[in-house]
């Protein structure tokens, strides 16, 4: 399936099909998710009782942050590697999504942990390890897209971008871990999805509850899926911006 998206024509065929589909689907998972999240399953006193409720857009803003990092980095890999300018189109539209659902994670998490930590993360990152590289993870997003538009050129730029993302993708492992593994640096909750370098077992039923799981993986789903139908449209615009481009330089040698 790659493969056969890697030429831009086909790209241009499929997106112009997938976009809406997406935009669809994933503002109904939203919705559904959300309805359900804020209205339908209870509180939970012990994660600040009515307010935990912004986890329902926290946690997938979270997930999808990282993932869309990962996406940025593997992009700019094989553009690097292979010179692909469809994977080069694909980390310059991933990038603008990729730090909006980062400051997205920031503002629900501040929200949600009004009550439980006593105050906003805007007052705590400095001394917390997973808000401290959730941080960087925004100002890489950042740092992504100011070296693009500062180098006088697009390949001195595309390199230079490219080089950034795959360096900083070390701190996309160190967000996940750095609760299970620096517990005395973080007052950020445990993980309660997917627990990776705990140095205790949890007990049994100790996880998150399945009604609350359930509503965490609509929403993540149908973020996914808007957040696709947004890259696929700044990747269209791009590509016809280049086009166009083109089609000048030939009319300018051709006068």
Not at 86 to 109: E, H, M, N, Q, S
Not at 162 to 188: C, E, F, R
């Amino acid at each position: 399936m790659l493969s056969y998206l890697a030429n831009p024509f086909r790209f241009m065929r499929f997106s112009k099909i997938a976009i809406p589909i997406s935009f669809a689907a994933g503002l109904l998972m939203v919705a559904w998710s959300l309805y359900n999240g804020l209205f339908v399953v209870p509180p939970d006193e012990a994660q600040g009782g009515d307010l935990m409720r912004a986890m329902f857009t926290h946690v997938p803003s979270a997930w999808l942050c990282m993932g869309l990092y990962a996406a940025l980095a593997v992009s700019s890999f094989i553009w690097y590697i292979w010179r692909h300018e469809l994977a080069d189109v694909a980390a310059r539209a991933i990038a603008p999504i990729g730090a909006g659902y980062t400051a997205l994670c920031f503002i629900t998490g501040s929200i949600w942990g009004q009550k439980g930590w006593g105050a906003g993360w805007h007052n705590l990152i400095l001394g917390d390890s997973r808000l401290m590289s959730v941080l960087v993870l925004f100002f890489l997003f950042l740092g992504y897209i100011a070296l693009r538009a500062a180098l006088e050129t697009r390949q001195k730029a595309a390199r230079a971008a490219a080089i950034l993302a795959m360096v900083g993708m070390i701190n996309v492992p160190i967000i996940k871990v750095s609760v299970d593994m620096w517990q005395t640096t973080t007052i950020h909750q445990p993980s309660s999805v997917i627990s990776i370098g705990a140095p205790e077992p949890r007990e049994e039923g100790s996880g998150m509850d399945w009604v609350y799981l359930q509503q965490l993986l609509w929403g993540f789903g149908g973020h996914s899926l808007l957040a696709a139908a947004m890259i696929m449209m700044l990747m269209r615009s791009e590509v016809y911006g280049q086009q166009a481009e083109r089609a000048l330089a030939l009319k300018l040698e051709g006068s």
